[in-house]
């Protein structure tokens, strides 16, 4: 048992670490809204460190990334979201233009996922 585990050691270690992603800021976040029940979507642009009212959601935006050199490649934004009458947010983290799925917003009517970082 000590032999497995001293392989599994020497396998990590001689496995190369991955990069991370080079991001730089945009200077804000296209968003999109959908109201499930009624199946209206709006695209909602916000400038960094903003807030958006948008039916009952209120939405803050900390700050949008987007990898460098390449702002259309993905977008990464920092995101808190208040229902109406909830003291805690709905929605608080960082949401990733290309995988909506990993940190999603739960909420029973609306959703809200980022399309892309602004750069003007």
Same mark, same amino acid.
């Given at each position: 048992?000590? =032999?497995? %585990?001293?392989?599994? !050691?020497?396998?990590? !270690? ?8 080079? *991001?730089?800021?945009?200077?804000? $976040?296209?968003?999109r809204w959908l &109201? #499930? ?5 709006? &695209?909602?642009?916000?400038?960094? @460190?903003?807030s958006h009212q948008?039916?009952?959601? =209120?939405?803050?935006?900390?700050? /949008? =990334? +987007?990898?460098?050199?390449?702002? @259309? %490649? &993905? ?6 979201? +208040?229902?109406?009458? &909830?003291? #805690?947010? *709905? ?9 909506? @799925?990993?940190?999603?917003?739960? +909420?029973? =009517?609306?959703?809200?996922? $980022? !399309?892309? /970082?602004?750069?003007?």
């Amino acid at each position: 048992m000590r =032999r497995a %585990g001293l392989w599994t !050691l020497c396998a990590m !270690l001689s496995t190369p670490v991955l990069a991370q992603e080079q *991001v730089e800021p945009g200077t804000g $976040v296209v968003l999109r809204w959908l &109201d #499930k029940i009624n199946g209206v979507t709006q &695209d909602i642009e916000m400038a960094n @460190a903003t807030s958006h009212q948008q039916s009952s959601l =209120r939405i803050e935006l900390g700050e /949008c =990334r +987007h990898p460098v050199g390449n702002p @259309a %490649g &993905d977008a990464y934004a920092f995101l808190t979201i +208040h229902a109406e009458n &909830d003291t #805690k947010p *709905v929605f608080s983290g960082w949401m990733i233009a290309s995988s909506p @799925a990993l940190n999603p917003m739960e +909420h029973p =009517r609306y959703d809200v996922w $980022v !399309l892309r /970082c602004l750069t003007q």
